[in-house]
């Protein structure tokens, strides 16, 4: 059974970089069949997708958020990682990560995490 | 980016009850469109796909269909573990964009 789990602080200070991971069990995040993304969603609010990762190393940004997020893969851990750059409290959500095929809509999700921006 | 709009945003129905919510895209997304359920606290669930697929495991009362702009799931007969907010998702083309939400309550 395929299970996704994000990590991470769940305080961080404005204008600091936001960092999350997502280690997968029950799966490879190396497999050709899958991407892998985050999505995050405000308290009370609707979804938004951040961006995505595929195994050969591409990645794929939401022009929204693109100029402050980076993904980053580690297949050695089978966890792919996110950052969030010179954050507002407006970054304040839960943040979920997910899988999907070329098809960008999402079977498999973390339980999420939330993370507050905050002083 | 294409815009999805979902109405109502809010529902109150009984269980039984016959629901439907609907998902109206801000251009033709030719039936790239799924729908998940979400309960306090959770993730959401992915329901179906194609806009009208349901995902294996998902009973059948719930049902989507729709063409072009406007689509719409419908859940047959309310059961009390469908009361949930409900969002619609087109994957046409990148960025993916979601609509808003619809919470379905209890009357």
């Known amino acids: 059974q395929l299970q996704l789990q994000e990590s991470g602080p769940g305080l961080v200070k404005p204008s600091e970089t936001l960092s999350l991971t997502c280690t997968v069990s029950?799966?490879?995040?190396?497999?050709?069949?899958?991407?892998w993304g985050w999505i995050r969603q405000p308290p009370g609010k609707g979804l938004e997708w951040i961006g995505s990762?595929?195994?050969?190393?591409?990645?794929y940004y939401n022009p929204s958020l693109k100029s402050r997020v980076t993904i980053s893969v580690d297949t050695s851990k089978n966890h792919f990682s996110l950052k969030v750059s010179s954050v507002t409290a407006a970054d304040t959500s839960v943040y979920y990560c997910?899988?999907?095929?070329?098809?960008?809509?999402?079977?498999?999700w973390g339980q999420g995490t939330l993370v507050t921006v905050s002083s | 980016d294409i815009q999805m709009t979902q109405s109502p945003s809010s529902l109150s129905a009984s269980v039984g009850d016959r629901v439907s919510i609907t998902c109206r895209a801000s251009?033709?997304?030719?039936?790239?469109l799924v729908w998940y359920q979400q309960k306090p606290g959770k993730a959401p669930k992915f329901l179906l796909y194609?806009?009208?697929r349901l995902e294996s495991g998902v009973p059948s009362r719930f049902s989507g269909s729709g063409s072009g702009t406007d689509y719409t799931l419908t859940i047959s007969s309310l059961l009390p573990e469908d009361f949930a907010t409900y969002y619609c998702?087109?994957?046409?083309?990148?960025?993916?964009?979601f609509g808003g939400g619809t919470k379905v309550e209890i009357k």
């Open positions: 029950g799966g490879s995040i190396s497999s050709s069949s899958y991407y």
């Open positions: 990762f595929y195994y050969s190393g591409s990645t």
């Open positions: 251009q033709g997304i030719s039936n790239s």
């Open positions: 194609g806009a009208s």
């Open positions: 998702q087109q994957y046409y083309s990148t960025p993916p964009t």
């Open positions: 997910a899988r999907h095929t070329n098809a960008y809509y999402f079977d498999y």
